[in-house]
């Protein structure tokens, strides 16, 4: 018979260690190094034990040990305390310790029976539960199940089986059992963050399976496994914004809306949410809300300069010119290689008639990005304002050459053409220009006045 125990007690060490259960290996002689209050090694063994079984009705086991300890100490014979430490330990979900309390007990009481039968019961226990544990390795989960609920029905509060069972269905794509067993292995034991690191990473793979089917271009299935994430973790503050980053995707302004202030409401500082709620009220029209979410965003991070030229655009819009060039001017502090702003600068210098300003902030801003057309239309447009036509002339062309058929820089071509006196050519131009419907009024407006008066607007 002490064969066998100490061959279960070897079993069940090498057992924990591979579960990754928790397990300190303790002799009778070991207890001595262990901490005690001076206090309770003063106490009698019959006042220990019933301040230590008190605290154990209380469910306070962890505080219930000391005593059993000092009662060891005082006596290496006390099989009861031997017990009572095995029922603690067993309380905590520790199987190792709990088997070698029991087996310290029967050494200590060899006639009593219960005690042997609490061993052979924990060591069937754990010989259970690593059948599961193998079952699982050799995803035979049927085999796997039925071993974990073998130990639940005998130990229904055994955390470590609804972890593992939690394991078994995630595995099978079976997200709703893997959460409520998750869940449960956390409510049976709150102490292990094992457990609550095993739902975060479930909800995380769902999240992740998201983003994979988003780069696909799947936005249906990206919208379902981040929906999923959620469902497992409700303060998944990343999968509420990338379900508004597919709402906007599939057109959905307003449940993006929803989606990006559901991600504010989790995390207030989330300033990646402010910037986007923004460039949603921002296409709703809803500009005061959208200078309202990125002023926020510019608050929480002052370095965000996508942010700040966003801010000033808007402030630009709404004719607040001084607060839209502190606005530019910061985001060139914090990024002087963001053409963005330049551009922004360029255009609110354009309004304020100061041209020679606005002429320098769009050579600025193309000299970080000489492939938008957009830039070398407006530097064309603001060299016109100037009286520098050939210039005028030279960065139309090359709005052209990136965006052929442009039609306000066929305007503006057309314009510098007639200023340099090549009628030909402006009118050429502007017959192209009356091609696209939106600019066809401005374009015919400059030919009747070229074909009337033989002059340039």
């Not at 009778?28 to 063994?45: F, G, L, R």
């Not at 079984?53 to 300890?69: C, H, M, Q, V, W």
């Not at 924990?122 to 690593?130: E, G, H, K, S």
């Not at 690191?197 to 299935?221: D, P």
């Amino acid at each position: 018979m002490q064969n066998k125990m100490h061959r279960g007690a070897a079993l069940t060490v090498v057992l924990l260690l591979i579960l990754g259960l928790p397990f300190t290996f303790l002799s009778a002689q070991d207890t001595e190094k262990v901490t005690i209050p001076p206090q309770i090694k003063n106490m009698s063994i019959e006042n220990l034990f019933k301040q230590g079984n008190t605290l154990i009705d209380e469910g306070k086991y962890s505080e219930a040990r000391p005593y059993f300890l000092a009662a060891i100490q005082k006596d290496s014979t006390q099989s009861g305390a031997y017990a009572r430490l095995s029922d603690i330990a067993y309380n905590e979900y520790d199987l190792t310790e709990a088997q070698k309390y029991i087996k310290l007990a029967i050494e200590a009481d060899q006639t009593n029976e219960e005690y042997r039968v609490r061993f052979n019961a924990i060591a069937d226990l754990i010989q259970t539960f690593q059948d599961g544990v193998d079952a699982s390795k050799r995803r035979n989960y049927e085999e796997a199940v039925k071993k974990f609920n073998t130990v639940l029905d005998k130990y229904p509060g055994f955390a470590p089986a609804f972890y593992r069972l939690g394991f078994v269905y995630s595995s099978q794509n079976e997200t709703d059992k893997a959460v409520e067993n998750f869940k449960k292995a956390i409510k049976q034991d709150p102490n292990n963050k094992n457990y609550e690191v095993a739902l975060e990473n479930l909800a995380k793979s769902h999240f992740q399976n998201g983003i994979e089917a988003y780069k696909r271009g799947n936005l249906s299935t990206s919208a379902d496994e981040f929906k999923t994430a959620i469902k497992i973790d409700s303060t998944f503050k990343s999968a509420q914004y990338m379900l508004g980053v597919v709402a906007r995707r599939r057109g959905n302004t307003n449940e993006a809306i929803d989606r990006y202030q559901a991600a504010i409401k989790i995390d207030p500082e989330y300033e990646k949410a402010w910037f986007a709620l923004g460039i949603a009220y921002k296409s709703a029209a809803k500009d005061k809300d959208a200078l309202s979410a990125f002023t926020k965003a510019t608050e929480i991070n002052d370095y965000y300069d996508k942010a700040w030229v966003e801010r000033g655009l808007l402030e630009s819009k709404m004719q607040n010119y001084d607060a839209a060039i502190k606005s530019f001017q910061k985001s060139i502090q914090v990024n002087p290689q963001n053409p963005r702003a330049y551009e922004g600068l360029g255009v609110v210098y354009k309004q304020r008639q100061n041209y020679q300003k606005a002429a320098q902030q769009f050579e600025t801003a193309i000299g970080f990005d000489d492939t938008d057309y957009v830039l070398h239309y407006r530097l064309a447009d603001t060299y016109h304002e100037l009286g520098e036509y050939q210039k005028q002339k030279q960065e139309a062309q090359k709005a052209l050459e990136y965006k052929a058929n442009f039609a306000p820089a066929l305007i503006t071509l057309a314009n510098a053409e007639c200023h340099l006196g090549n009628m030909d050519a402006s009118k050429e131009n502007y017959q192209k220009a009356s091609r696209d419907a939106d600019w066809r009024p401005v374009a015919e407006h400059n030919l009747q006045i070229m074909n009337k008066t033989g002059e340039c607007e």
